[in-house]
Each structure stands twice: as structure tokens, then as C-alpha cells.
């Protein structure tokens, strides 16, 4: 498979450095590199040109968004980045061509103009929050949702484009009661369990404009 993983951590000099984000990236990089995939990243806040980004979306069969929970939402950055990602992706048509409405065919429903079916997405995310203020019918906050609901703002967006969803993976409480090790061994169960082909599963045969996918030294 080719993977791409997207870094889309907000340094705050002194109190968020990003050190616990870009440990987990690395994390799915060697998962992968081990079992025979090739990875590409992007650094959302080191910056990035759209046009190449919508080529390597075009060029992955799974895409991770590795990122911390800022006020309950991926950083700031992030919501520029997949602005310009996916507006690019929509002006060329390569992502998705328009919301999947049409006069012609009125069973069609709005979210189905997507062209990138066969391909998926997952988010890996750092919270402070426990984890059991999720999905917790007696949760103050969240009054049962889960991490899915909130994070439907950004699964929506690769939905849109045809993406299959894949469950979310999680560290929670990251600075009252880390438990680091167990997190780690964690995500190399969710990865196997959730990200790897299965028997029968094709791959996605990268464009011949995309670029090649390749793990970037750090």
C-alpha cells in the first residue's frame, strides 16, 4: 500500500512541542515500512503547495491525520489546509466532482460526487481528556457521543470524496495519567486490526502525475 500521513500538530513553545504527536507518526511509519508499505507525510505546519498534496491523496490508499485535540477540533491549521486541499482537489476534479446532486438522476444523494472510493481514512489523535468522558451516557460534556461524533467535521470532508471512515485511535489523558507504552501497543493493534489489506483487497495504482510515495528522513 502506499500511505500517506499527515502531521497536523501546532507548536505552543513551552506547553505543546508536538514531541508525543510526531512519536506516534513515527510509530506508523515503521509499522508500515516493516511490513512491506511505503509512506509519505506532510507536515501541515512546516507548510505545503495543495496541488501536491491532492497528488499524494491521489497517489494513497489510506490517509492518517495525526494531530492533537485543540479545544475539541484538529489545530487551526489543519481547517486552512484542508480548505485549500480540497478546493483544489474539487477545481481539478481529481477528488470529487461536484456534491453528487444531478437533475438526471434525482436518487442520488448530496455527498455521493466523490471519486476516490476504495481509498481510507483514519484519525490518530492526542487528547488531555479521559477516555471515558466518551461514549459515557453520564458524560457531562459529551452526554454519550463518542470521538466519531466529534470528529465528523473532519471525516466528512474525505466521506465527501468517497473515502471509507475508519474508527479513530486515541491517547487519552496525556498529562494528568499518561500511559505511554500501553498507547503504543494500542495503535499497533488498532493499525493491524483496522489498516492493513485484507485477502482480496486491491490497492490503489498511483496516477503516473503523482509523486512516488517515499518515507522522508526526519
Not at 176 to 184: E, M
Request: aromatic share 12%; glycine share 10%.
Amino acid at each position: 500500500m502506499n500511505i500517506l500521513i499527515i502531521n497536523a500538530h501546532l507548536a505552543y513553545p513551552g506547553m505543546s512541542e508536538g514531541k508525543l504527536n510526531l512519536t506516534f507518526m513515527d510509530a506508523a511509519k515503521t509499522f508500515f515500512a516493516q511490513r512491506g508499505h511505503s509512506v509519505a507525510e506532510t507536515f501541515v505546519e512546516r507548510g505545503y503547495k495543495p496541488d501536491e498534496e491532492v497528488n499524494k491523496h491521489m497517489a494513497a490508499d489510506l490517509v492518517i491525520l495525526q494531530m492533537p485535540v485543540n479545544w475539541f477540533g484538529a489545530p487551526w491549521i489543519y481547517k486552512k489546509y484542508a480548505d485549500d486541499i480540497f478546493n483544489a482537489g474539487f477545481a481539478t476534479q481529481l477528488l470529487l466532482e461536484g456534491d453528487g446532486l444531478t437533475r438526471s438522476d434525482l436518487d442520488k444523494q448530496y455527498g455521493s460526487g466523490g471519486k476516490m472510493q476504495g481509498r481510507k481514512f483514519m484519525v490518530s489523535a492526542t487528547w488531555n481528556a479521559p477516555r471515558d468522558a466518551f461514549d459515557n451516557p453520564d458524560g457531562v460534556l459529551m452526554g454519550g457521543k463518542g470521538t466519531a461524533d466529534l470528529f465528523l467535521n473532519i471525516t466528512a470532508n474525505y466521506k465527501f470524496c468517497g473515502y471509507d471512515i475508519l474508527p479513530d485511535f486515541g491517547v487519552f489523558d496525556i498529562y494528568k495519567n499518561p500511559d505511554i507504552p500501553t498507547a503504543f501497543e494500542e495503535y499497533k493493534r488498532h493499525l493491524e486490526t483496522h489498516c492493513l489489506p485484507g485477502p482480496g483487497t486491491s490497492v490503489i495504482t498511483p496516477p503516473s502525475y503523482a509523486p512516488r510515495s517515499e518515507t522522508v528522513s526526519l
